[in-house]
Structure formats: C-alpha cells, structure tokens
C-alpha cells in the first residue's frame, strides 16, 4: 500500500504546516491554540472509515493541481460546530445534543475552511513538489467520497487543543494513487540540504554583489499640506519645513539610520549617528 518508504519527508511536511494551521484555526476559534502533527498511517479506506464509526463528520475535498484524484479535509463535527459558533461570535462552543445534519452555515464554513487551507498546504508542499490546492463544493458535506474501500490514504492527523484541555483531531487524507506521481520527492531523504560551494565561485559572487550601485538618500522633511493650498501655490509661494537635528537615512526602501545634518568640504551632508541592526530576515 505504501510506495513511499518511511514516509520521512511527508512527515517533515505535515510538522512544517501544523505551524501554518494553527494560525488559520486560531483565527476562526478566536483561541490561543496548540497545533501539532501526529504520525502518518497508511491504511486502507475502508479501515479508516471503520475507525471514524458512524460519528457525524465533514469532508472537504481538496483538487490537487489538474488530477481527477482529491485530497480530503476530515472534521469532526464537534470541532466544526464550535468554530462555527466562534465565527458567528458565540464561546465556541458545540450544540447539545448534537444535531444529526449540517446546516447550510457549516456548509459554508466548511468551505471556507478548505479555501484557507488551501495556502498553507500550498506552501507546505513547494520545498518538495508544486502542488495547486483547490477547495471543491460538495453536494453532501456529511458523505465520504467515493473511493474503494481497497483504495489506499496516507492519513495526516493535526491535533488541536487550547492550553492542556482534550485535543481535537483533523484529519487530511492523500490518496496514495494521487502522491505517486510526486513519488521521487516523497522518497528523497534529504531537502533543501546546504550544498559545498566552491569557494572560487563564492569569491566571484562576493565581488559582484560588492559592486552593485544602491542608491542613498536622507529625508529632510515631508510637509503635509491640503488641496486647496497645493491648488493656490505660485512661483514665489514658501512651505514652510520643520525637522530636527536627525534625519533618516534610508537605501532603497530600507532604512541604513539616523544622522546629523550638517556640512563636509563645502557640500551638504548627514553624519550617521545610529545604524538599525540587520537580520537574516532582512536578506530575505
């Protein structure tokens, strides 16, 4: 059933977007949540239907890129109904007793939920492979879709929970027929490793990228002014300006820091007094 080995890589992948989730879930619970990804499984569709039981539940599927194969987002219908009542400004809290059938407002929330997911599942996925996902309708959101019960699922399960409360599950279901064609990038045990580079070439790089011209500029001021005032300006007319004794200094749209403005060999010029500290983000 598993063509795909250890299932390594995938599992890097589902840590990677339990990060991205937690965002997309907090927001909708409006909770501070953990989010976490448990350890793959790859079982048979029918086995994983018999473990869910005959609890209500919703599916949501997912096209992946051009394939006719679909991805399926699998909630309990508890969490599901909390969100809900979250999104439309209650505790977050479920029904009791549970109903037996979706409103049309899970509905849609489910589908919104799925156009959410949608993003970070996307960039979850681009270290390995480009894959477009793409929350489909559904007709019955309480249907499981239509896959043979041999039909083998890699099963990628999310837990989460507020504080140390009980946790909830999501589920995302991959198709096993719908990841082989990604099947080298599954199976490959190392991505995105730091590769040696020849330290002639890394020199020629450095050099290049010393030369390059960017451009440095000091904002003396920025007055603000109405439209009607702009409209009466004629030659002649004084803005009046104000600025103090420190200007920023600014490269490209970055700002280098602050100086003092004064005079050097008969030019005007800034003196640097403060630089901003740089960050690996900052080279990103």
Same mark, same amino acid.
């Given at each position: 059933?598993?063509p795909?080995g250890?299932?390594?890589?995938?599992?890097h992948?589902?840590?990677?977007l339990?990060?991205?989730?937690?965002g997309?879930f907090?927001g909708?619970l409006?909770?501070?949540?953990?989010?976490?990804?448990?350890p793959?499984?790859?079982?048979?569709?029918?086995?994983?239907?018999?473990?869910?039981g005959?609890?209500?539940?919703?599916?949501?599927?997912?096209?992946?890129?051009?394939?006719?194969?679909?991805a399926?987002?699998?909630?309990?219908?508890?969490?599901?109904?909390?969100?809900?009542?979250?999104?439309?400004?209650?505790?977050?809290?479920?029904?009791?007793?549970?109903?037996?059938?979706?409103?049309?407002?899970?509905?849609a929330?489910?589908?919104r939920?799925?156009?959410?997911?949608?993003?970070?599942?996307e960039?979850?996925?681009e270290?390995?492979?480009?894959?477009?996902?793409?929350a489909?309708?559904?007709?019955?959101i309480?249907?499981?879709?239509?896959?043979?019960?041999e039909?083998?699922?890699v099963?990628?399960?999310?837990?989460?929970?507020?504080?140390?409360?009980?946790?909830?599950?999501?589920?995302?279901l991959?198709?096993v027929a719908?990841?082989?064609?990604?099947?080298?990038?599954?199976?490959?045990?190392?991505?995105g490793?730091e590769?040696?580079?020849?330290?002639?070439?890394?020199?020629?790089l450095?050099r290049?990228?010393?030369g390059?011209?960017?451009? #440095?500029r000091s904002?003396?001021?920025?007055?603000? &002014?109405? $439209?009607?005032? +702009?409209?009466? *300006?004629k030659a002649? @007319?004084?803005?009046?300006?104000d600025?103090?004794?420190?200007?920023?200094v600014?490269?490209?749209?970055?700002r280098?820091?602050?100086g003092? #403005?004064?005079?050097a060999n008969?030019?005007?010029? &800034?003196r $640097?007094t403060? +630089?901003?500290p *740089?960050t690996?983000e @900052?080279f990103?």
């Amino acid at each position: 059933m598993n063509p795909f080995g250890d299932l390594v890589t995938l599992q890097h992948l589902s840590a990677r977007l339990a990060k991205s989730l937690k965002g997309v879930f907090e927001g909708v619970l409006r909770r501070e949540l953990r989010c976490w990804a448990e350890p793959l499984v790859v079982q048979r569709f029918a086995d994983y239907k018999a473990e869910r039981g005959d609890a209500l539940a919703a599916w949501q599927p997912l096209a992946m890129g051009t394939a006719k194969a679909r991805a399926q987002i699998v909630i309990d219908a508890k969490p599901l109904l909390e969100m809900l009542d979250a999104f439309f400004g209650g505790d977050g809290e479920a029904p009791n007793p549970m109903p037996t059938e979706f409103t049309p407002a899970a509905d849609a929330l489910l589908a919104r939920l799925g156009a959410m997911l949608a993003v970070p599942m996307e960039a979850a996925w681009e270290p390995l492979t480009r894959i477009t996902f793409r929350a489909e309708a559904s007709a019955n959101i309480a249907a499981a879709p239509d896959l043979s019960g041999e039909d083998p699922v890699v099963v990628t399960r999310f837990g989460l929970a507020v504080g140390e409360g009980k946790p909830q599950h999501i589920d995302i279901l991959y198709p096993v027929a719908a990841l082989k064609p990604h099947t080298n990038s599954l199976v490959a045990k190392v991505h995105g490793a730091e590769v040696e580079i020849e330290p002639e070439w890394r020199s020629g790089l450095t050099r290049a990228v010393m030369g390059v011209q960017l451009s #440095v500029r000091s904002v003396l001021a920025e007055p603000v &002014v109405p $439209l009607a005032m +702009l409209l009466d *300006l004629k030659a002649g @007319d004084i803005i009046p300006i104000d600025f103090g004794p420190e200007v920023p200094v600014m490269v490209a749209d970055r700002r280098l820091g602050t100086g003092l #403005v004064g005079t050097a060999n008969g030019r005007a010029a &800034v003196r $640097l007094t403060q +630089l901003e500290p *740089l960050t690996e983000e @900052d080279f990103r």
